[in-house]
């Protein structure tokens, strides 16, 4: 997995460190705890657009729909020989329009196509066991438009993104939310147009 993949993802794979509590209520429910979820150490809206594979608008059309994964499986694909137990995690994922690309990718579709987007959070069964891993984030709503950080991993179907890098549109300008208000860039954004915002990424000097 890339540096910047571990970067976008650390919200979404269930990591086992500081600010994780993971409970088993007997054998019932299995309680993930990452409620103090911090944002981004991206500094600045140039370092945030590098890192990302795509830059883009969309408009959420399904509503969330939550899954557990074993979050061990793809370290251990890529570590054959190497015995790491299984380990649930909970992925949401949203079906969503492309109204705007402003970051391309190959991944990524065309505007007007389909795609699918996912963040860590939600609940589902594991092993007939209930697991809950609890977030503060918001969902989606669908009908909404958000500019959206996304980011390729190999062990999911669909794009990753850090909720505190997808940003509402609410009459064609950028808001800042709950989360999203503390995200270190976000006077870069703040109340932008996505026209504004694609001039300031065509105007970032190349690496």
Same mark, same amino acid.
């Given at each position: ?29 299995i ?8 944002? !981004? ?21 399904t ?12 370290f ?7 015995t ?8 949401t ?42 977030? !503060? ?15 390729r ?5 669909g ?49």
């Amino acid at each position: 997995m890339s540096v910047k993949n571990v970067i976008a993802f650390a919200l979404v794979t269930t990591c086992i460190g500081s600010g994780m509590m993971l409970s088993a209520q007997g054998q019932g429910a299995i309680v993930k705890d990452n409620s103090d979820a911090m944002p !981004p150490p991206q500094r600045t809206f140039r370092e945030a657009v590098d890192i990302a594979d795509a830059v883009v608008v969309i408009r959420v059309l399904t509503p969330g729909h939550s899954e557990v994964i074993d979050g061990s499986a793809g370290f251990r694909r890529r570590n054959p020989g190497v015995t790491v137990e299984s380990s649930p995690d909970v992925v949401t994922s949203y079906q969503a329009r492309i109204v705007s690309v402003l970051k391309a990718d190959s991944s990524i579709g065309v505007v007007n196509a389909t795609t699918k987007v996912v963040q860590g959070g939600g609940e589902g069964e594991w092993q007939g066991r209930r697991v809950i891993d609890k977030r !503060p984030f918001p969902p989606l709503v669908v009908g909404r438009d958000y500019l959206v950080l996304l980011s390729r991993d190999e062990d999911l179907d669909g794009l990753v993104f850090d909720p505190y890098q997808a940003f509402e549109i609410r009459n064609g300008r950028i808001q800042a939310g709950r989360f999203t208000k503390d995200t270190q860039y976000i006077s870069e954004l703040l109340d932008k147009t996505v026209e504004d915002v694609a001039v300031q990424i065509r105007e970032m000097p190349a690496n």
